[in-house]
Every structure is written in structure tokens, then in C-alpha cells.
């Protein structure tokens, strides 16, 4: 008797946290920016198409209206498909290869100013920049 209560409150509780598991999923996917496919996806912007098509199934599975209690599951579950689609049409391929290559392009410039102020630095007690940060000295 006590094993088959214990059984039934930890399907119960299974229960409770994929339903909130499943809220959280659909509050994520309905804050993103919506022109960011990889932002919905959850994915970096070098992702292959078949990982795209295997997250997009474990979101879609995750976030469904048939599945989900959530009151805004239905347009989580459009965003979502919007995305994939967005991502399997092939402008968007070209789109994501362009917006990767932009997106590293600022995330190296960002790097190098971070550099170029590290160098600059100036000692508070003495008022003079450090040589070897300012590379200055072998």
C-alpha cells in the first residue's frame, strides 16, 4: 500500500514539474525578440540544419497546445514554428550566415577596444600608465 501512494505522489509530482517545465518554456519563447530565430530556438547561429529540425521538435513537443496548460501555448508554439521555418527557408540560411559573421565581427571588436583600454590603464598612486600593460617594455 505505502509503495503504490509513493508511486502515484512522484507521478504527481513528475507531473506538476513538466507543467511548469512547460510554462517557463512558453514564457521564454514569447519573450524573445521576435526577429531572432535563434533566440526562440534556443541555438548559436552555427547550428546545422538538423539540429535545428531536432530542437525545434523537442520545443514544439514541449510548448503544444494539445500538451501545455498555458493560456499563451498556442502563440509560443506559432513563434516556435515561425522560427524553424525561418530558419529552413534558404534566405534564411543566408540570413543566419550573415547575421553570425556580424555578430562575430562585433564580439572582435568589442575584444580588441577592451584590449586597447586594458593598455591604457594608468596607475591611481602614481598618476603614470603602466609599461607593461601599455606594451612598452619586452
Known amino acids: 500500500m505505502a509503495a503504490e501512494t509513493d508511486d502515484q505522489l512522484l507521478k504527481s ?3 506538476e514539474v513538466s507543467e511548469v517545465e512547460r510554462d517557463n518554456e512558453v514564457r521564454r519563447i514569447l519573450s524573445c525578440f521576435k526577429l531572432n530565430p535563434f533566440e ?3 541555438l548559436p547561429f552555427d547550428s546545422s540544419p538538423d539540429e535545428v529540425k ?3 521538435r523537442k520545443l514544439s513537443l514541449l ?3 494539445d ?3 498555458h493560456p499563451q501555448a498556442k502563440e509560443a508554439f506559432a513563434a516556435a514554428e515561425t522560427a524553424a521555418n525561418k530558419w529552413q527557408r534558404e534566405e534564411g ?4 550566415k550573415t547575421q553570425s559573421r556580424v555578430a562575430e565581427k562585433k564580439m572582435g571588436s568589442a575584444q580588441s577596444r577592451k584590449r ?4 591604457r590603464r594608468v596607475n591611481p598612486k602614481t598618476k603614470e600608465m603602466s609599461l607593461s600593460k601599455a606594451g612598452l617594455t619586452h
Open 13 to 15: 509530482f513528475l507531473a
Open 40 to 42: 526562440h530556438l534556443k
Open 54 to 56: 531536432k530542437q525545434y
Open 63 to 65: 510548448v503544444h497546445p
Open 67 to 69: 500538451k501545455c496548460k
Open 93 to 96: 540560411v543566408e540570413e543566419k
Open 116 to 119: 586597447k583600454k586594458e593598455k
